[in-house]
């Protein structure tokens, strides 16, 4: 029979949970719409490229926050979609699909699209220990639920439509509503800013957005609708896959600091619209990644895939790094700052993250030589304990975090190095157990055999040299033969631009 203890306190009732609210722009006590459990609902990838390594910080920074809310003891239900249709060029409503792009010009299906990317993305997501959400709808695959709230809008007269185009009417909605409240923009300022209307644009002002997009005959991801045959807008996917599996109300939504204008604003205007109320209590948005200084970006050629910072075949990079120390390098700054790459950050990275995993994987074998109180030192080693999780609890600090278990790291070697180890077993226990969850299971760092990687990157390199040169000698039998014969055993190439190869090792 379990017995009912008074006392009782769950770690989030004992370590409440404050965070930093994009909608407000303050730090507010994390309090859920049903006690015990959260909704948490974070914009996934659109899945017509491999993953790069700014996205990556994204979810990193997300799977830190489910996993800590999950250790504190929330029940939580995470829904990160896979954008597989509607994310256009450009945020103007125009230019081709992205992934209908792409399967245009590799001549593919837009499945095999859909499916090697998100193959990839998966894959990546697990080199980097990032958990699957509890969720992954796809958009392709609630596409009724997009028509049935699309014609909702137009029966509330929030939307129009045009040959075929249904647009939402942002400035009837801003007649009730606040346009730009969570971006902190208003109406005007948009209207004023930002580009004209040309002749053949269909609606009726620029800032109006596209929530159904006729498809033109040359577009290959089409399905019918009341308006004829067409393919949902970007942002109207959120809308119904968060609403559907968390509810009309839910506690976060989160996503890229790029996403907060237009798409989360445009999410909240349709559901708050739709539904009659706000769809989201806390708003999270994580910051950017840099390099060296810069912003990551593709025409820059200082953007870097995964697989190229592990294998360091990159020309800003001087050797490869683990998943595990690229991992520990991301945590060691708030997930709301800016975080710079560069060769010294990451070296001084691996040092750290070896510093952490050497106490891990003696605190795994340390034992107790007499259960006897040492009150001096127990007090410590509380305070380090305790310390995790207000900081943690504080807008999800990671950085501070690790500054915490360092010391306990320091701890453990002395521990590790002293001939006894006396202290009461209580406090032993809960020492250990906490630096092996804050780095195993809330920040998702675990040991790594680093020689074995050091040596299979030497070793894969070394190949692929080689087949730069058979290449380069157009002998491209053997070019695959090397390529098919690595990929039997679970290593695929990847050949980049101007002859550059990488790997990725599937899982
Ligand atoms: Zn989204």
Same mark, same amino acid.
Request: hydrophobic share 35%; glycine share 8%; net charge neutral.
């Given at each position: ?5 008074? #006392? ?26 049903? +006690? ?126 045009? #040959? ?59 399905? +019918? ?68 200084? /810069? ?75 007499? #259960?006897?109180?040492? +009150? ?7 305070h380090q304990i305790d310390r995790c999780f207000i ?5 999800? #600090? ?12 320091? /701890? ?19 020492f250990k157990s906490t630096y092996l969850s804050m ?69």
């Amino acid at each position: 029979m379990a017995i009912f203890d008074p #006392n009782f306190m769950t770690l989030y009732q004992r370590y409440p949970v404050y965070l930093t609210n994009s909608l407000s722009g303050k730090k507010e006590k994390f309090e859920t719409l049903t +006690p015990g459990f959260v909704g948490m609902y974070v914009c996934g990838p659109t899945v017509y490229n491999y993953v790069h390594l700014g996205n990556t910080r994204t979810f990193l920074s997300f799977d830190v926050i489910f996993r800590y809310l999950r250790f504190i003891g929330y029940k939580v239900r995470y829904v990160r979609n896979i954008t597989d249709v509607g994310h256009l060029e450009n945020d103007a409503d125009e230019g081709e699909d992205k992934i209908g792009k792409k399967a245009r010009l590799e001549q593919l299906e837009p499945m095999e699209i859909v499916k090697r990317y998100t193959e990839d993305f998966h894959t990546v997501m697990r080199q980097f220990n990032i958990l699957p959400p509890s969720i992954e709808p796809s958009a392709t695959g609630h596409i009724v639920e997009q028509i049935n709230i699309t014609k909702k809008l137009l029966d509330l007269g929030l939307a129009y439509e045009v #040959n075929g185009s249904v647009y939402f009417d942002v400035k009837k909605y801003n007649q009730s509503h606040h346009y730009g409240i969570l971006s902190g923009r208003n109406i005007e300022d948009l209207i004023e800013s930002g580009r004209t209307l040309d002749s053949q644009d269909e609606k009726r002002d620029k800032i109006d957005f596209a929530l159904w997009k006729k498809a033109s005959p040359q577009h290959i991801m089409r399905w +019918p609708s009341p308006w004829g045959e067409g393919f949902p807008g970007w942002h109207i996917e959120c809308t119904v896959m968060s609403t559907k599996y968390l509810g009309e109300t839910f506690d976060i939504h989160g996503g890229g600091m790029d996403l907060k204008f237009p798409h989360h604003e445009c999410e909240i205007a349709q559901a708050t619209s739709a539904n009659g109320k706000s769809p989201v209590h806390y708003w999270i948005h994580s910051n950017m990644l840099t390099v060296n200084g /810069q912003k990551m970006s593709k025409s820059l050629g200082n953007s870097f895939l995964p697989s190229e910072l592990f294998s360091g075949n990159h020309k800003l990079l001087e050797k490869g790094y683990s998943p595990m120390t690229v991992r520990f390098f991301m945590l060691q700054s708030h997930y709301s700052s800016t975080l710079d790459f560069s060769n010294e950050a990451l070296n001084a990275a691996e040092k750290g993250f070896k510093k952490l995993s050497n106490a891990l994987s003696s605190v795994k074998k340390m034992r107790l030589t007499k #259960n006897s109180s040492n +009150p001096e030192l127990e007090k410590s080693l509380l305070h380090q304990i305790d310390r995790c999780f207000i900081n943690m609890s504080d807008d999800f #600090n990671t950085a501070k975090t690790l500054a915490v278990l360092f010391e306990m790291a320091s /701890q453990i070697n002395t521990l590790a190095g002293a001939k006894e180890i006396i202290l009461s077993e209580n406090v032993f226990e809960k020492f250990k157990s906490t630096y092996l969850s804050m780095m195993e299971d809330v920040l998702g760092l675990t040991e790594e055999s680093g020689g074995n990687h050091e040596l299979l990157n030497g070793t894969v390199n070394v190949l692929i040299n080689l087949r730069k040169k058979v290449r380069a000698d157009k002998n491209f039998a053997l070019s695959d033969r090397i390529r098919d014969d690595l990929k039997a055993i679970g290593i695929q190439l990847k050949d980049g631009k101007d002859g550059e190869m990488s790997y990725e090792i599937e899982s």
